[in-house]
């Protein structure tokens, strides 16, 4: 069973408010991934780190989205200004490696923006 | 650009029964190929993975998958269901020489009827 720990479990958000989510991996695992899962099953890749460099993001995450993870801290990932359509079921994953080794998830945060 | 296709948005079956959930990809090089399972109102899960070597993968809880590169498919069976892999299954690729980041499939709903 994982062990990738995610607060809140819960988030309601006005229009361009900021909505900050947090994860805490696995313990050994220095790679973490953030993946945005729709209503409707669909995942979208945001970002992804190696201890607290970041590997690989996409335009999303550049623009409204940031995301850390610090040293002896749990890993974020915070929308600046939140859009309906950001509501969503938000996963955090911490794996061994980045490739080739399977993902851990946590429960997810589930935004939803009034 | 790499796609993973399910073909089947819904399967039910009855307990003691076998099943097959269906996993195609598009892309003809190396890739990782893995399953995992969402329980409703959870965290994915992860079920197995194939990236070389024997083509029948084994994983948790009585699943296998098999690899077919002239197929492009990676279906994942189980011989006798239990009530409890009623599930959402996803399959997901990763291809190399990526940071590990994975594409999934829109899911298929498992519904084990006892």
């Known amino acids: 069973n994982s062990k990738v720990i995610q607060t809140p479990r819960y988030l309601v958000k006005g229009q361009g408010q900021k909505a900050k989510m947090r994860c805490i991996p696995e313990k050994g695992h220095p790679v973490v991934f953030w993946y945005q899962q729709n209503k409707n099953n669909e995942f979208k890749f945001l970002i992804n780190?190696?201890?607290?460099?970041?590997?690989?993001q996409i335009d999303m995450t550049e623009k409204r989205f940031s995301a850390e993870c610090p040293s002896n801290s749990p890993c974020s990932l915070e929308i600046q200004s939140s859009e309906a359509g950001d509501s969503a079921l938000y996963l955090c994953?911490?794996?061994?490696?980045?490739?080739?080794?399977?993902?851990?998830f946590g429960p997810g945060t589930r935004l939803t923006v009034l | 650009t790499q796609t993973v296709s399910q073909s089947d948005a819904h399967v039910t079956v009855f307990e003691g029964d076998s099943v097959e959930l269906r996993c195609n990809y598009s892309y003809g090089g190396s890739i990782y190929l893995s399953w995992y399972i969402q329980h409703h109102g959870r965290g994915l899960q992860f079920l197995l993975k194939?990236?070389?070597?024997?083509?029948v993968v084994q994983g948790v809880n009585g699943f296998e998958a098999e690899f077919s590169k002239s197929d492009s498919s990676f279906h994942l069976r189980k011989a006798s269901v239990h009530w409890s892999d009623s599930a959402v299954y996803f399959c997901?690729?990763?291809?190399?020489?990526?940071?590990?980041?994975?594409?999934f499939g829109d899911g298929t709903v498992l519904t084990v009827k006892p």
């Open positions: 994953a911490s794996s061994l490696s980045g490739q080739g080794y399977e993902q851990y």
């Open positions: 997901a690729a990763s291809r190399p020489p990526n940071t590990g980041k994975l594409t």
């Open positions: 194939y990236y070389s070597g024997n083509p």
């Open positions: 780190f190696q201890n607290q460099e970041v590997l690989q």
